[in-house]
């Protein structure tokens, strides 16, 4: 079954490794610029730490999944723990910056949901791999694709909107 096996995916890690490291220095370059405005704002230390983490997950995802001749459950456990250190991190960061002032609840379960889902979909495809079914990789692909669909955003929002 394809979804179970790493090598039929090797490509896709590949590409996968490389879109996330350029990412990862896109949102660097982000924060570095604006690093001032960022700390005036209580929630926007988070949002960049969480989406930081969403992509180095995603990155450390894509090289677990380079690694040549490992068991399929070996690296179900990895992908499965690189999601739940992201998804703790996510509720960390949300949880620690408190409740600013005019922040609305929508705001507030928006940026925790898109930090948190990435996570949650790599967690599901670890299981999924220790479990031999159950889609497998596609959901390491759902997650890795939201990981840099959230992380361009929030990195946007950190280079641009934060100057506005």
Excluded at 85 to 95: G, H, N, P, Y
Excluded at 97 to 110: F, N
Aim: net charge negative.
């Amino acid at each position: 079954m394809t979804s179970l096996d790493p090598s039929a995916w090797h490509d896709f890690f590949i590409g996968s490794m490389g879109a996330a490291a350029a990412l990862t220095g896109l949102l660097f370059v982000a924060i570095s610029i604006n690093l001032e405005q960022i700390l005036k704002f209580p929630n926007l230390p988070g949002r960049a730490a969480g989406s930081l983490g969403v992509l180095v997950s995603a990155l450390i995802v894509a090289c677990c999944g380079l690694v040549p001749d490992q068991h399929v459950v070996v690296l179900g456990v990895e992908i499965a723990i690189a999601g739940g250190a992201v998804m703790f991190q996510a509720l960390w960061v949300t949880v620690r910056s408190g409740v600013p002032d005019g922040d609305r609840m929508a705001w507030r379960v928006e940026r925790t949901l898109t930090l948190l889902l990435p996570g949650t979909l790599f967690f599901a495809g670890g299981l999924s791999l220790v479990a031999g079914g159950g889609g497998g990789l596609y959901w390491v692909f759902a997650a890795t694709a939201l990981a840099f669909l959230v992380s361009a955003i929030n990195a946007w929002v950190l280079l641009v909107e934060v100057l506005r």
